[in-house]
């Protein structure tokens, strides 16, 4: 059974940073693209950062390019974002999705609609 685990949110100033984890079961991190999205009250569920099996290639949305950093542990079978230099506007809830067996390549990976499975999310609130 495939699932997936966030942790890592919580409350931080602007400009700080944070760590989230996407622990994976059911399912062998290091052969399938696994993303990043968050969402925010009212807005619709946004693509962040994805990280291809295929070729190990990360890609990122533009809000966030230069600040957040996907990274893979195929020992842990996790994935993680370091998320650096922090706004309010990155204020959302995120999630991990992905959709073994049939995507390793993340092409069109910022589409919601293309990933079966998802963890509930870890909440980012970043405020003073």
């Known amino acids: 059974q495939v699932q997936l685990v966030e942790s890592g949110g919580g409350l931080v100033q602007p400009g700080g940073s944070l760590t989230l984890s996407c622990a994976a079961s059911?399912?062998?991190?290091?052969?399938?693209?696994i993303s990043w999205f968050r969402q925010a009250p009212g807005k619709e569920r946004e693509g962040v950062s994805c990280f291809s099996a295929s070729d190990a290639s990360t890609h990122y949305a533009d809000s966030v390019k230069g600040r957040f950093t996907i990274s893979r542990d195929n020992a842990k079978n996790t994935v993680y974002l370091q998320m650096h230099s922090l706004k309010p506007e990155d204020t959302a809830r995120y999630f991990c999705a992905a959709d073994p067996p049939s995507r390793t390549m993340c092409a069109g990976w910022e589409s919601a609609a293309l990933y079966e499975y998802w963890g509930r999310g870890t909440q980012v609130t970043v405020s003073s």
């Open positions: 059911g399912f062998t991190l290091q052969q399938y693209a």
